[in-house]
Each structure stands twice: as structure tokens, then as C-alpha cells.
């Protein structure tokens, strides 16, 4: 069993920056990948971004591309998201997900990940 806690949300002008954090509890942590989705308002979970147990494949929206980096500090099991340029539009509650692999490859849908943290409200105002 994993757990994910997610930390760092917060209200931010647009344009602005914000890093999320997910601190995970599995002793093989190195041995996860973990991704990012986000779910907005009366829309459906999205895909954000994955990173893979090594670190060396990282998988990107088209939307983020550019203006999020996810990576990963294994000695700390925590993985992290970097937004930077904001938009109104990033407005949204944004999980933490993982799942066992040793793959390079990562998987971009929600249904392929096991584990999920509660999720931490990202506000961006215009």
C-alpha cells in the first residue's frame, strides 16, 4: 500500500509560480512512477504529467508543455511539479498518482495508476 499526501497548492496571479509536492510512504519508492492529473471544476480528471521510476522519461499534456517540470528526489520519496506562467485555465485540483513499474515508458491515463493522494487546490486568478 502507498499512500500520497500532496502539498503546495494556493491561489496565484496569473503568470505567476507555484511548486507542488507529493510525499509518498512506499519503501520502494524508486521503484514507482508517478504522475500528475489534475480535475477542474465539472470536467473530467486530466492527464499532467508522469515521471518515470528512474527519472530518465518524463511525459508532458500539451497545455503544460514548457511551463511545468516534474521530477523526483528518490532519497526523499517525494516527486515534485514545478508550474511556472500560470494561466486562469491551470485552475484546478491537482493529484499526486503512482503505480509499480520498472519500465522506462509511462502511462498517461488514469485508469494504469493504483495509488492516489487527496489532491491540493491550485487557484489562478486573472
Known amino acids: 500500500q502507498v499512500q500520497l499526501v500532496e502539498s503546495g497548492g494556493g491561489l496565484v496571479q496569473a503568470g505567476g509560480s507555484l511548486r507542488l509536492s507529493c510525499a509518498a510512504s512506499?519503501?520502494?519508492?524508486?521503484?514507482?512512477?508517478m504522475g500528475w492529473f489534475r480535475q477542474a471544476p465539472g470536467k473530467e480528471r486530466e492527464f499532467v504529467a508522469a515521471i518515470s521510476w528512474s527519472g530518465d522519461s518524463t511525459y508532458y499534456e500539451d497545455s503544460v508543455k514548457g511551463r511545468f517540470t516534474i521530477s523526483r528526489g528518490n532519497a526523499k520519496n517525494t516527486v515534485y511539479l514545478q508550474m511556472n506562467s500560470l494561466k486562469p485555465e491551470d485552475t484546478a485540483v491537482y493529484y499526486c498518482?503512482?503505480?509499480?513499474?520498472?519500465?522506462?515508458?509511462?502511462?498517461?491515463?488514469?485508469?494504469?495508476?493504483?495509488?492516489w493522494g487527496q489532491g491540493t487546490q491550485v487557484t489562478v486568478s486573472s
Open positions: 498518482a503512482a503505480y509499480y513499474s520498472g519500465s522506462y515508458y509511462v502511462r498517461a491515463e488514469a485508469s494504469g495508476y493504483d495509488y
Open positions: 512506499a519503501r520502494t519508492f524508486s521503484s514507482y512512477t
